[in-house]
């Protein structure tokens, strides 16, 4: 205990290695770490994303916890054998009561009540993180940014959670990936489709800013929040019960999107991050469309401490926004006619 405060003092980086799920959850609650960094462990491959570690260097102090420091332990001796000198095992909420205290009292902690809920990553093709909520009592699920080569996967981890899928909501007509919304549809009937109507796509329903979008009888439900600036017609999905936000491609961790094709515009998405998500309380955890570091969620309070873009003055951002230079996105010219129709070309 007196190293792992030693080390805290010495401003050692905690890494939450955890995926941020409800299957975490302690007494139904998922508890953070103030400032952690997410690296989730893989428990089928033994690894971890060394490049959610964000270049530190191999001496930097870190401290690891997972839900009971277990996974922890085998993370620092794989954190030791990549060079890494300096490894602490912090436990973790169902692990030894001293050491989970500690790192509480040092960094802080948050809380947040988690439904039944699963995150999902397009490996290798598009690196979308795809979304699923669910709800025990009505058995209702419904599926946020779903991806076409990845339908079956998604359809099996709904009838893995005993429910039936009635909602696929875009957060944007994406140009990285087709929608799998079209072909879940095709094979669920009664699935409807949602995007906003800013987007130029078409669904079922075609969604207005500040309207708030219920499931499960009613019990359930996500406000739109209009964000423009990725494209002209992003929204993010807030569902306060959870403290938690869906930015899609307008908030990344340590990011956000870019804004060089689909009426993009950095002084607009600068100002939606700044209305509408850096608005909400600090502790509030964001889950984005993508990562590419092996990072699966962070906070808003973390985003306005560190974002290296979003945390410019306005005019800044948007003369580094105008001069990334980045390649034509490679799927563009497929995936965005086939998003304006739901994801399916007749």
Known sequence: MAQLREALVRGATVVDIRPPISSEAVDGKLTFIRGA?????????????????????????????????????????????AGYTDVLNGGGPQGPAELWQTLCDERGVHAHVMPTFIQLFDEGNSSTLTYILADEASKEAIIIDPVLEQVERDLAEVEKLGCKLTLALNTHCHADHITGTGSLKAKVPGLRSLISKASGAKADELLTPHQRITWAGGKRSLLVLPTPGHTSGCVSYFESEAG??????????????????????????????????????????IYPAHDYKGRRATTVGEEKRSNPRLTKPKAEFVELMANLSLPYPKKID?????NLVCGIVD
């Open 37 to 81: 960094l997410s690296a989730p462990f893989d428990r089928e491959k033994g690894t971890m994303p060394l490049s959610a570690l964000g270049g530190l260097p191999f001496d930097a102090p870190l401290v690891l916890h997972c839900r009971s420091g277990g996974r922890a332990a085998k993370a620092e001796a794989l954190l030791r054998d």
């Open 244 to 285: 938690a936000i869906f930015t899609g491609d307008l908030v990344l961790i340590g990011g956000c999107g870019r804004t060089d094709f689909q009426e993009g515009n950095a002084a607009l998405l600068y100002d939606s991050v700044q209305s509408q998500v850096f608005v909400l309380p600090d502790d509030t955890i």
């Open 334 to 338: 497929e995936a965005l006619p086939a």
